[in-house]
């Protein structure tokens, strides 16, 4: 259980994240999913005790970070994958970070299988492609056999394969009563892994809600349809109550795209007034574009004129 | 994920384990410090000139002796010739110091082992501790080890010393006392600064450039200056001629080690306060 109780963090006049309250819950994966600059790893450095929040608090099993017996035994993090020093060997890594916390040297060989990187723990860390490094990170953080992990951006230059095990790794961990924090700045990435969302944008908490119910919520749903009597039918849908951008383009002027409107709706009042129709598809809003819906006033570095 | 875990998220779970403690961090500093590279070499740098250089500049010293004048004789320190060599065999101690802390500063793994040991002072201290013990047993090593290369070389061509004689044995001994002071002095600049190189040319200003300079004032000046700078006063424990405007070996050992001291309070202050 990781809670955090109106935390803010300023540098200077920047506000990296801006009173922030949230639990995370055991048992689940819980995505933290944001645009860069969003103030994701800002707010895992202050889990961690690496950052002194400017206001509030937040706690790890009702403790602060800093005041934890044994914190490699009760928290598990990967922040930066890259962070060891490149001319240790991979398996003195871990081995290090074991004995600051007690832990047999037996334990680092276990996770090293586990994660795979048997062959290569002779080897020194700067020898370590991303994908072996982001492996070594996990390894470091399930060290301790941690209830609380917490992985930022663990996906990071990981081949298809990799990222199938993370994911799956993810799930394992959440299923035996662990509490898993993943932050990424891919939504389809937390679809398929994540089962609770916590969305922020510059700073501030946007939504904090169960995946399922965030792809109901947002997702934007519309009904593409081909008519010759589109407009008869943009105006009969407008009048049901649904919305119909009228500017679509005049060599395609029979297609209109109705929202507001299920394709059930749609059917039966073309029916009603004997509109006769060549295509009817729904159309699902992807959580990409949901995602990016929720937190397009919220991104830091916006490309001019951009295309949304 | 090999090998079920049991779930374990009540209040209960922490009596499972015990408490990280300093001995742990000691082990773990311990790993730190002698699985990368640069320790061998720097240790190796250590013993070699310390040894060899002391060594080349005793021959040397002992063959000009008859060509010495009268005054020239009368100051001949066949200890402090054999003991040449550690002038520049310290820069390496030095740089190590600071590299075993500021190395974790520039790969990130400061955060690494920040998480692993939240406690900030449990981290300083603990590799302090450990490099200051592998300085001193190499220190030691080296320096004895230069002293009898040196008045091996010495003897039958000037007058050599012997560890009983007056102020000789503390003198060699002290080297060593003089390397620990200067070891952790070089963490706490690695920690204070945190970038390699600032720290580096710090420790380079603190123990060459400055004295250096101190020489062109008058003496007025230059006198208390270089009484007092902490590494000219630390190293008079490792002199037997006392000369003039200087420090008694021990108290000039204890004005370095107050130095030390102060900037090792304000490294461990700043690095429990700023963000990681």
Known sequence: MIEAHGLVKRYGATTAVNDLSFSIRPGLVTGFLGPNGAGKTTTMRMILGLDAPTQGSVTVDGRSY???????????????????????RARDHLLCLAQ????????????????????????????????????????????????????????????????HWVRTLMRALAAEGRTV??????????????????????????????????????????????SPQAAELASRCREAGAIVPAGTAPDH?????????????????????????????????????????LTRDSVEYQAAGGTR | MTGATIARTGPDHRAAFRPATFGDALRSEWTKLRSVRSTFWALTATVVLGIAL???????????????????????????????????????????????????????????SLIAVPKRGRVLAAKSLVFAVVTFVVGEVTCFAAFFAGQALISGHAPHAALGDPGVARAVAG??????????LSVAAGALLRHPAAAIAAMVG??????????????????PVTEFWPTQAGSQLTSVHIAAHTLQPWPGFAVMCLFVAIVYAIAWTLLDRRDA
């Open chain 2, 206 to 223: 603190l123990l060459f450039v400055l004295p250096a300079i101190a020489q062109a004032l008058p003496d007025s000046w230059r006198n």
């Open chain 1, 100 to 163: 600051s916390n007690g832990i047999g040297r037996s334990r680092v060989d276990e996770v090293l299988r586990t994660v795979g990187l048997e062959s290569v723990a002779r080897r020194r860390a700067k020898g370590l492609s991303l994908g072996m490094s982001q492996r070594l990170g996990i390894a470091s953080a399930l060290l301790g056999d941690p209830a609380v992990l917490i992985f930022d951006e663990p996906v990071n230059g990981l081949d298809p394969d990799g990222i």
């Open chain 2, 175 to 184: 080297g060593g006392l003089y390397l620990i002071a200067l070891a952790v």
């Open chain 2, 54 to 112: 002391g060594a080349l500049i005793s021959a040397a010293a002992a063959h000009g002796y008859a060509k010495f004048t009268a005054s020239e004789k009368l100051s001949w320190d066949p200890t402090g010739v054999s003991q040449s060599g550690m002038l520049i065999a310290q820069v390496a101690i030095a740089v190590l110091g600071v590299l075993c802390i500021s190395s974790e500063y520039s790969s990130g793994m400061i955060r690494t």
């Open chain 1, 253 to 293: 002027s029979d297609v209109i795209e109705i929202t507001g409107m299920d394709s059930a709706e749609v059917g039966k009042l073309a029916a009603a007034h004997g509109i006769v129709l060549f295509e009817l598809i729904p159309v699902r809003a992807s959580l990409e574009e949901a995602f990016m819906e």
């Open chain 1, 66 to 88: 800093r005041d934890l017996p044994a914190p490699m035994r009760e928290v598990g993090a990967l922040l930066d994958a890259k962070a060891v020093h490149g001319g240790r």
């Open chain 1, 181 to 226: 924090l993943i932050s990424s700045h891919l939504m389809s990435e937390m679809a398929l892994t994540a089962d609770h969302l916590l969305v922020i944008g510059k700073g501030r908490l946007i939504a904090d809600t169960s995946v399922d119910e965030f792809v109901r919520s947002s997702s934007q749903q519309s009904v593409h349809v081909r």
